[in-house]
């Protein structure tokens, strides 16, 4: 592929190509928030190996590209669930952005995911991001709010929580058919393979789910992490995360959609405060997330 004077090779990834991937997204993360999170920069550096897991998993059960000239100089990486497609990464070395290498890749992606019902992104604040999703009919249905706070005394283990188990998956998979439009079994087995999945039940029934994470992820100041997680009633979200804060303990990090007043009015009253907004875009009307808390950008 011809870009202006320069000759893209786009190509499908592969296991080796995985660490080169990893520091493309580093040094990419890092120019983000040096110039749109100012206040953030005591997280760098980025930890590039906390990002090798993830990219594997999107490789088994999705499709990750890669742009070469002729070294790695950016990457897409995209998973299709039900119908649903969700575009997972999009990084480019920040000193060969803006020269059309991000819309080639995009594009790629697309093509890969050609009859999905619907295309969907969690954007970052980068103008240029947003404008590609804009341009290919992904429109902003929600804030995706980040949120930082200590989990302190969350109150007592509501009722009825057990360990999550592979025989709660059918019901799971309801629940995030209502609240995402798409069951996604494949990456709760792999979230139960690194983090602490729970359940619990209200009067006999299903009432919703959260998984818990050690400290780790990119950042260099590690922080426990809280999603994703849903509820069958939002009046239930204060219980959900009273549980997830308990066992979280220490500082927490959670990503939670702007239309889940319960998450946001509990956390705020927690004294958890916005850290950083991305947005939700996708092609068609999907559920509001009004009973949701993110996984955050990766699988949404």
Known sequence: ?????????????????????????????????????????????????????????????????????????????????????????????????GKGIGSALLDETLSWGHGASAFTVVSSPHPGAQTLYLRRSMFPLWSQVDLLGDAGDAGEMPDGLAPLSDADQPWIDEIDREVRGAARPVDHAFWRGSATGMVFHRDGGAGGYVYVWPPGGWSSKPKSKIGPGAVVDPRDMPNLLAAALQLAGGEVTLAVPSTNWSALNELVRLGFRPSATNTFMASRALPDGSRYLSSGGSLA
């Not at 040094?27 to 906390?50: I, M």
């Open 1 to 97: 592929m011809l870009l202006g004077e320069v000759f893209l090779r786009i190509r499908r990834a592969d296991e080796r190509d995985l660490p080169a991937l990893a520091s493309i997204f580093a040094a990419s993360a890092e120019d983000l928030l040096r110039r749109y999170r100012s206040g953030d920069e005591d997280l760098l550096p980025v930890n590039a190996d906390a990002a090798v897991p993830v990219y594997r998993h999107l490789n088994d059960t999705g499709a990750v590209f890669v742009a070469e000239d002729p070294e790695p100089v950016a990457f897409s990486a995209a998973v299709v669930r039900e119908g649903v497609w969700f575009l997972s990464q999009l990084w480019v070395l920040p000193e060969r952005q």
